[in-house]
């Protein structure tokens, strides 16, 4: 499969989302992205409850584990890549889960507005203002 350029949304290189569980559209812990992920897994989140909550309730569960597929189900405080088009669902529900920029795919952006990102901007589990 190809990959575009590795370019996070604040445009510098992209960082690793997590390796622990590991995720990512190649399974790379990086919300890495190409012409085959229609899904658009660029959106590196840090699982809340209530994010968790939102995303099973619209129809993807993340929790839940999932062993035939070698998915332990997330937990509060796991990093994931998630869509982009479900994270600006919840946003737009008033659910939205904390973003690590750093780790976001550039092409999340053809999707969620720069700004909506950077209000739910989390940068070593802490929120900052930018």
């Known amino acids: 499969m190809e990959a575009d350029p590795d370019v996070n949304v604040v445009g510098g290189t992209l960082l690793p989302c997590s390796t622990a569980p590991v995720t990512g559209f190649f399974r790379n812990g990086c919300c890495s992205t190409g012409p085959d992920d229609l899904g658009s897994h660029t959106v590196c989140v840090v699982m809340t409850e209530e994010f968790l909550r939102f995303s099973q309730l619209a ?71 930018l």
Do not use: K, M, Y
């Open 59 to 129: 129809g993807n569960d993340l929790s839940t584990p999932r062993l035939e597929w070698g998915f332990a189900g997330l937990q509060p405080g796991d990093r994931w890549c998630v869509c982009a088009e479900r994270w600006l669902e919840a946003h737009r529900a008033g659910h939205a889960g904390p973003v690590v920029l750093g780790a976001t795919h550039e092409r999340a952006l053809d999707i969620v507005p720069i700004e909506a990102l950077t209000a739910h901007a989390f940068v070593d589990d802490a929120p900052v203002e």
